[in-house]
T-cell receptor
Framework: QKEVEQDPGPLSVPEGAIVSLNCTYS??????FMWYRQYSRKGPELLMY????GNKEDGRFTAQVDKSSKYISLFIRDSQPSDSATYLC????????????FGRGTSLIVHP | ETGVTQSPTHLIKTRGQQVTLRCSSQ?????VSWYQQALGQGPQFIFQ???????GRGNFPPRFSGLQFPNYSSELNVNALELDDSALYLC????????????FGPGTRLTVT
């Protein structure tokens, strides 16, 4: 079993839909949780990061962490075709010189 | 754009050869990290440099080595290339010594034949 599991998709939704992207993990020592967006032929772009459990909102994006279930989510409201990309979750032990562990990414397609 | 640049964009090498990839971090960012991203996978951490010293390493053999320079540029060197080294190589810079806020470059696509 991998430390971080993420369904590769693709996930196809109509424009305007609410998108839910998820990752599960096995290591309860993870404390920092991050979401990246990666467009084709580009490097990942940091969307959000959160520390420990709880919710964090930024515009149309909401990140949720449930440490008791070892489950994190990214919600995208009012999805747009420009949101079509691969979404990677990542997590790590501390905010110092740690090694981040990435999921394999979920491919999202938002069609007009 | 993140302000992190990488060169070259694409590279084709033969098994057994050596390669040097380059990265220019954002000004003022003291930490640079290198990742390998195989097709359909998430990035795997290779190593991190903080103020020109290696400060963390992932599960990669010693033939993967790096350097960081005072002008915010860095290099990834890979010796004795293997076919499995074919991947997208990403560098990322961070303002401090943590990795929770990283800014990635566009990557170098390396193909080993």
């Amino acid at each position: 079993q991998k430390e971080v599991e993420q369904d590769p998709g693709p996930l196809s939704v109509p424009e305007g839909a609410i998108v839910s992207l998820n990752c599960t993990y096995s290591n309860s020592a993870f404390q920092y949780f991050m979401w990246y967006r990666q467009y084709s032929r580009k490097g990942p772009e940091l969307l959000m990061y959160t520390y420990s459990s709880g919710n964090k909102e930024d515009g149309r994006f909401t990140a949720q962490v449930d440490k008791s279930s070892k489950y994190i989510s990214l919600f995208i409201r009012d999805s747009q075709p420009s949101d079509s990309a691969t979404y990677l979750c990542a997590m790590s032990y501390t905010g110092g010189s740690y090694i981040p562990t990435f999921g394999r990414g979920t491919s999202l397609i938002v069609h007009p | 754009e993140t302000g992190v640049t990488q060169s070259p964009t694409h590279l084709i090498k033969t098994r057994g050869q050596q390669v040097t990839l380059r990265c220019s971090s954002q000004s003022g960012h003291n930490t640079v990290s290198w990742y390998q991203q195989a097709l359909g996978q998430g990035p795997q951490f290779i190593f991190q440099y903080y103020r020109e010293e290696e400060n963390g390493r992932g599960n990669f053999p010693p033939r993967f080595s790096g350097l960081q320079f005072p002008n915010y540029s860095s290099e990834l060197n890979v010796n004795a290339l293997e076919l499995d080294d074919s991947a997208l190589y990403l560098c990322a810079s961070s303002p401090g010594d943590g990795l929770e806020e990283q800014y990635f470059g566009p990557g170098t696509r390396l193909t080993v034949t």
